[in-house]
């Protein structure tokens, strides 16, 4: 079973490394870069190349994680003014795009060298970035700076056309099955629906939505499951198929941290059937803050979109 | 035939670029750990790891040519403030220190990766420092510094007590010869000479210096072969067996520019039968500052060394 999978950094990652453990799917990563934010941020400025941060997670993600070169690609320097916080991977693929040319080359041949189970692939080696308009009117450049105003987005576009990396439309031609996410709604999903011919190529091919656990402060405050795939469509243009959400609740301490910092549960609703539900909750501490964060389990993640993928292809 | 190359950077990895293509020579490199310049420097100050510059290029020597891996470890950020004019290759030996809590296992890995022909080991584990006493009198730390005053050097120490790292003890131990440089004198083949146990090591084996083609400004204004081979005995404690000295002159126009900058041509010398000459210049662009460069040929340099040790080993 050949699934297409687009998102962006962390969220497609936990899925991918669940999906790499079945032996009947095939996976392709789509993966946006519209990153302005962190060490993928400051490699795209300096060093003029698309930002490598997430195509990097999703590599590591279908890599054997004991190799040696996983390591080296994982690696992140804590220390020094030059290189803290910087990742090792993400220079290793800025360096390989300026060796082969090509930024989408520089992610093969890392994908080689780690013989990744599937296959990792930029949405467009075009530079572009994101442009909101936000509830009060003011257009708004650049996904840090969207997500920083914490503010209603009303309409999201690119700063100029991107042109789709060719591999990109014929993986979704060829799949048996589209998944969108899991992923931050607007930064990380919606930007690969605005690729020129991106959305027109998935046009017919059941297409599954992995809700989000929780809302994103800056991105869907308040949204609730309806409004996910409302905002969704809108941008896609045409029906979801199923929607996976999760229906586990979420244990009361983290749920309380995560409300003070403006993030609520989007719970699972009754009444439309394309809505599936599953409990596919794992929480983990974050190595960043030390604090417990809920995340997709990546096991029971993928099996449910295993099992709703045979069902929608008939298998 | 097993030779141990002591040396530093650039020199020594010219060697190692002839010796590789012999396949009855088996080279084991042992390099210095003193450069506190350029990115090595940096990488040295802030992240507290010895400096990789000297084993990268000795490795990358060794490796093919044209892998990826090899690329990767060669490359060289050109732009950008944060990582310009720093080593990709230098970096991920820096994070490999860190992931495997040792210098000299990230040394052995990157050199599994690029599957090298021979040895890279470092002289020691320890951070040292070089200490030079300048002919005022007056006492110098740190290589950068010392070659910076460009004056002459008296007397050459390590700032403290540095143990070999024992693989260097185990590979001169089973030798069969042992070729000191090509490289500078007092910054990269008589450091390795003062790590403990190392010369007493060499002691009875055949022990062959290459020498300098030109003088270096800050390290050996005006020394005639002579001084130098005065001076690497010094530091040993007993004598050369034999000296590997050029024999070729040195085009006029490009040995004017070296002589502007207080570099100028070591001769090779008559009456000392233990100094065998060969031509073995080749002038070549230097990426750095586009001007014309002699270096030694690696391939005659190679066999050169190659010709001379099955001498003395009787072969």
Do not use: W
Request: proline share 4%; net charge negative; aromatic share 4%.
């Amino acid at each position: 079973m050949k699934i297409v999978a687009l998102g962006g950094g962390t969220g497609l990652s936990t899925l991918l490394r669940g999906l790499k453990l079945f032996s009947d799917v095939d996976v392709t990563a789509v993966v946006t870069v519209t990153d302005e934010g962190g060490s993928s941020g400051i490699i795209r400025e300096e060093l003029g190349v698309l930002p490598p941060g997430d195509v990097r997670n999703n590599i590591v993600a279908l890599a054997e994680n004991e190799s040696l070169m996983a390591q080296i690609m994982n690696y992140r320097f804590n220390e020094g003014q030059t290189f803290k916080n910087h990742s090792l991977g993400n220079l290793i693929i800025a360096a390989l795009t300026k060796i082969t040319g090509s930024f989408a080359m520089a992610v093969e041949k890392v994908s080689d060298t780690l013989a990744v189970k599937g296959t990792v692939l930029p949405v467009t080696e075009d530079t572009i970035r994101l442009v909101a308009t936000m509830e009060s009117g003011e257009e708004v450049m650049g996904e840090t700076q969207i997500v920083k105003r914490r503010s209603k987005i009303v309409d999201l576009h690119l700063d100029s056309v991107a042109h789709p990396f060719p591999k990109v439309i014929e993986a979704i031609s060829k799949c048996d099955v589209i998944v969108l996410g899991p992923g931050s709604l607007y930064t990380s999903i919606i930007p690969n629906l605005m690729v020129n011919g991106v959305k027109e190529a998935m046009k017919g091919k059941p297409t599954i939505l992995i809700a989000n656990l929780m809302t994103q402060p800056g991105e869907t405050n308040g949204f609730s499951l309806k409004d996910h795939i409302i905002t969704v469509e809108r941008y896609l243009g045409y029906s979801l198929d199923r929607v996976i959400s999760n229906s586990e609740i979420i244990p009361y301490d983290i749920l309380q941290r995560y409300n003070v910092e403006g993030s609520e549960q989007v719970l699972t609703m009754v009444g439309d059937e394309k809505v599936v539900s599953f409990p596919m909750v794992k929480s983990e501490v974050d190595p960043n803050d030390g604090k417990e964060k809920v995340r997709h389990d990546p096991i029971k993640l993928a099996a449910s979109v295993r099992k709703i993928a045979k069902e929608l292809i008939g298998d």
